[in-house]
Each structure stands twice: as structure tokens, then as C-alpha cells.
């Protein structure tokens, strides 16, 4: 068999070809979905991504008699190191034909960029961190990717651990519907539980939405804070995410709890725009936010993104509340089901609240790990 070459990307063209090999690899799963090759490009634009400007990344392709075979990205999170004082770096990005040398050539290369930077372990996938996509999908293939997860062939987890890789946390997708989530007993409890602590909701105020947004960024970091792997975002990393956000936010859809007229929470949920980039084979811009107007009307899924409460507010219920009136909101704008997630495996309250909702379990994503010494 030829021997693999692996190459450090250098040129707008091989960038290119880095992006566009994931439609290689997903030519033949019906259940991928492609993603906007804008946004694909901007995850691993060192100029433009603001996430760049404290962490490093070296992103290479595999080559085999010419052909491109794989690809992977390797990362130093610097903000991540500092948050949870580690000395670990990252792999992600990564795709592979189903053959193990490829994979195993790859992961080298990676860690050897790795070593070099004294990094004594590397974790993922995290493409290019815990902000954006993050874990290998391990169950649930038989489903489409809801919009902003990721999605990836069944045999990618074998590629990882013959490559010396294992599990250090899971994180869990849940599936609510209608027709189970909102029970008698459900709906009273949680309406008593908003009077017994003094709880109110609001939707986001578009006029205002400078002010919201930097609202939304302080409880962000002060509610995942703790979290395993949470990363607070930089002023810029959030301002990129408010702009590219603004064009498809639904205000409705994002649900501030305030405790006594205090906000100490918010959710952000959107429809699940994946149902109309589906009709996007290649990925343009255009055509896919021509979809999203066309299909809009039937998109019947939701995506809860994010939804938290400052830890200090934690212990009022205000999470479960808050998980409770967004399902209720999404099923007054006419959506029949939501996918919440992803959650933490060992996050125990919002496990809870999901169960307590009678939502599915039925997607785990996982987070490997190695060490480099």
C-alpha cells in the first residue's frame, strides 16, 4: 500500500480543500447535513476568528498516492489552560476514510505539533473549542444533526481509540415533545415553584439588543463558570457570535429569568435550521438563507442551545423553571419537539429537569482524552 503524507496547510487552496473534504467523507450518509462552507471557513480562519487571538492551531491534510484521506486540526487553548489550570492541548477538525493508518498518521502528526508546545495531553474533538463543536457523536446515528451539532460516521470512534484515545466525559442531547412534557402534574408544579420563589421571565428586547447581549455575556460566563471544560468567552468571541447571530434570532426564543426582578439566567433556543441547509447540498450562503425563509413555516423542531443560572440562584429551582417555560414558549410558537442540549453528563440538576420533562435521551457525544508524556 502507498505510504500516507501528511502536510501542514499553507495556501487559500489547500484551506479550501480542507473544508470541502468533509463532503468526501459525508457523500454517502443520508443523515449529514452540510454545513455553510462560510461558517466552515471562519471556525479555522486565524485572521478573522477572534478565538485565535489566544490560542494557537496547525491544521493538516492527509495525502495517499495524491488523493486528500483525512484531515485534523491540532489546538493550544491558552484561556482554557489558564481557566482550569491544565497543561493540555486539543485535537479536532478531524475526518478520516475508514482506515486506521490514516487516523493513526494523523493523530501523530497532531501530537507531535502538540509535544512541541509542552502540552503533556490532548483532548477532543473540539473544533476549535468547547464554544463551538465539541464531541464525536458515539449514539443516535440514525437521526440528522439538529442545527449547530455536529454529525459524524459511526466508525470514527474505533479510529480514535485504536489510536490510544479514551473516554473522559459524555455529554447528553434530550428529546422533548409535546405530547409528553407538558402533563397536568408537570405544569402545575411548575407554576407553583414560579410563585414560591418569585420568579419572572422576558424575552429579549431586539430595540435594546447592545445592552441584552452584554447582559446575555455576563451570565453566560458566571453561570458555566464552573462547569468542566467551560471557557469564558472573550469580548470579541461574543461579539462575533451576537453578529452573526442577529439575522436569524427569533426574541421570543431567548428567555431571561430574573429572581425578584433580577435576571440570574437566560436560554437561547432556535429552529432547527438544519431542516432547510438540507436543501443546501453545497453549502453557499445564499441558497442556504433563501432555504431558511422558504422552509421556515415548516421547521416543527427546536434547538435548546444553551440554558443556565447562575450558580448562587442555582438551588431556587430557577433551572428547572426556566427549562420549563422555554419547552413551553417553543410549543406556543408551533414547534411539536425540541432537542435540549448538549448537558453534561455528570451535570446532575438539568439531567434531572430533562428527565423530570419526560425527554428522550437519544443522542451521547464524547469527549476522549491521551496523554502525551
Given at each position: 500500500?502507498?505510504?500516507?503524507?501528511?502536510?501542514?496547510?499553507?495556501?487559500?487552496?489547500?484551506?479550501?480543500?480542507?473544508?470541502?473534504?468533509?463532503?468526501?467523507?459525508?457523500?454517502?450518509?443520508?443523515?449529514?447535513?452540510?454545513?455553510?462552507?462560510?461558517?466552515?471557513?471562519?471556525?479555522?480562519?486565524?485572521?478573522k476568528n477572534p478565538?485565535?487571538?489566544?490560542?494557537?492551531?496547525?491544521?493538516?491534510?492527509?495525502?495517499?498516492?495524491?488523493?486528500?484521506?483525512?484531515?485534523?486540526?491540532?489546538?493550544?487553548?491558552?484561556?482554557?489552560?489558564?481557566?482550569?489550570?491544565?497543561?493540555?492541548?486539543?485535537?479536532?477538525?478531524?475526518?478520516?476514510?475508514n482506515d486506521q493508518?490514516?487516523?493513526?498518521?494523523?493523530?501523530?502528526?497532531?501530537?507531535?505539533?502538540?509535544?512541541?508546545?509542552?502540552?503533556?495531553?490532548?483532548?477532543?474533538?473540539?473544533?476549535?473549542?468547547?464554544?463551538?463543536?465539541?464531541?464525536?457523536?458515539?449514539?443516535?446515528?440514525?437521526?440528522?444533526?439538529?442545527?449547530?451539532?455536529?454529525?459524524?460516521?459511526?466508525?470514527?470512534?474505533?479510529?480514535?481509540?485504536?489510536?490510544?484515545?479514551?473516554?473522559?466525559?459524555?455529554?447528553?442531547?434530550?428529546?422533548?415533545?409535546?405530547?409528553?412534557?407538558?402533563?397536568?402534574?408537570?405544569?402545575?408544579?411548575?407554576?407553583?415553584?414560579?410563585?414560591?420563589?418569585?420568579?419572572?421571565?422576558?424575552?429579549?428586547?431586539?430595540?435594546?439588543?447592545?445592552?441584552?447581549?452584554?447582559?446575555?455575556?455576563?451570565?453566560?460566563?458566571?453561570?458555566?463558570?464552573?462547569?468542566?471544560?467551560?471557557?469564558?468567552?472573550?469580548?470579541?468571541?461574543?461579539?462575533?457570535?451576537?453578529?452573526?447571530?442577529?439575522?436569524?434570532?427569533?426574541?421570543?426564543?431567548?428567555?431571561?429569568v430574573e429572581y425578584?426582578?433580577?435576571?440570574?439566567?437566560?436560554?437561547?433556543?432556535?429552529?432547527?435550521?438544519?431542516?432547510?441547509?438540507?436543501?443546501?447540498?453545497?453549502?453557499?450562503?445564499?441558497?442556504?438563507?433563501?432555504?431558511?425563509?422558504?422552509?421556515?413555516?415548516?421547521?416543527?423542531?427546536?434547538?435548546?442551545?444553551?440554558?443556565?443560572?447562575?450558580?448562587?440562584?442555582?438551588?431556587?429551582?430557577?433551572?428547572?423553571?426556566?427549562?420549563?417555560?422555554?419547552?413551553?414558549?417553543?410549543?406556543?410558537?408551533?414547534?411539536?419537539?425540541?432537542?435540549?442540549?448538549?448537558?453534561?453528563?455528570?451535570?446532575?440538576?438539568?439531567?434531572?429537569?430533562?428527565?423530570?420533562?419526560?425527554?428522550?435521551?437519544?443522542?451521547?457525544?464524547?469527549?476522549?482524552?491521551?496523554?502525551?508524556?
Amino acid at each position: 500500500m502507498e505510504p500516507i503524507t501528511i502536510k501542514a496547510i499553507s495556501t487559500k487552496k489547500e484551506r479550501e480543500q480542507f473544508v470541502k473534504f468533509q463532503w468526501e467523507i459525508y457523500k454517502d450518509i443520508p443523515q449529514w447535513v452540510p454545513p455553510l462552507l462560510m461558517d466552515r471557513r471562519k471556525l479555522m480562519d486565524k485572521e478573522k476568528n477572534p478565538f485565535y487571538t489566544h490560542s494557537d492551531a496547525e491544521f493538516y491534510l492527509a495525502y495517499r498516492n495524491g488523493k486528500i484521506v483525512g484531515r485534523i486540526g491540532a489546538i493550544v487553548n491558552h484561556n482554557h489552560n489558564k481557566e482550569h489550570n491544565e497543561n493540555i492541548g486539543f485535537f479536532g477538525f478531524f475526518e478520516s476514510i475508514n482506515d486506521q493508518a490514516v487516523a493513526d498518521a494523523l493523530f501523530k502528526t497532531a501530537n507531535e505539533w502538540l509535544k512541541k508546545r509542552g502540552v503533556t495531553a490532548v483532548r477532543g474533538p473540539a473544533s476549535p473549542s468547547v464554544n463551538d463543536e465539541y464531541g464525536l457523536l458515539i449514539d443516535g446515528f440514525n437521526e440528522p444533526p439538529v442545527f449547530l451539532m455536529s454529525y459524524n460516521p459511526e466508525y470514527y470512534k474505533t479510529l480514535i481509540e485504536r489510536a490510544g484515545f479514551t473516554k473522559v466525559k459524555d455529554l447528553y442531547s434530550y428529546l422533548l415533545s409535546q405530547e409528553k412534557t407538558f402533563q397536568p402534574k408537570l405544569v402545575r408544579v411548575s407554576e407553583e415553584l414560579k410563585k414560591r420563589e418569585g420568579l419572572t421571565f422576558r424575552t429579549l428586547n431586539m430595540k435594546d439588543f447592545d445592552n441584552e447581549v452584554k447582559l446575555i455575556k455576563d451570565l453566560y460566563n458566571r453561570a458555566w463558570m464552573y462547569n468542566w471544560g467551560a471557557v469564558p468567552m472573550t469580548d470579541a468571541e461574543f461579539a462575533g457570535m451576537a453578529k452573526d447571530m442577529k439575522p436569524i434570532v427569533i426574541p421570543e426564543f431567548v428567555v431571561f429569568v430574573e429572581y425578584k426582578g433580577e435576571p440570574i439566567g437566560f436560554s437561547l433556543s432556535f429552529p432547527d435550521y438544519n431542516v432547510a441547509f438540507k436543501r443546501n447540498p453545497n453549502g453557499g450562503l445564499l441558497r442556504g438563507l433563501l432555504q431558511i425563509m422558504m422552509m421556515k413555516k415548516k421547521i416543527h423542531r427546536a434547538r435548546i442551545i444553551v440554558l443556565g443560572v447562575v450558580r448562587e440562584k442555582q438551588r431556587t429551582g430557577a433551572g428547572a423553571a426556566l427549562f420549563y417555560e422555554t419547552a413551553k414558549r417553543g410549543m406556543d410558537l408551533g414547534f411539536v419537539d425540541a432537542e435540549a442540549g448538549w448537558i453534561l453528563e455528570d451535570n446532575v440538576m438539568m439531567n434531572r429537569a430533562a428527565e423530570v420533562m419526560q425527554g428522550l435521551r437519544y443522542k451521547t457525544y464524547r469527549i476522549f482524552e491521551r496523554p502525551l508524556t
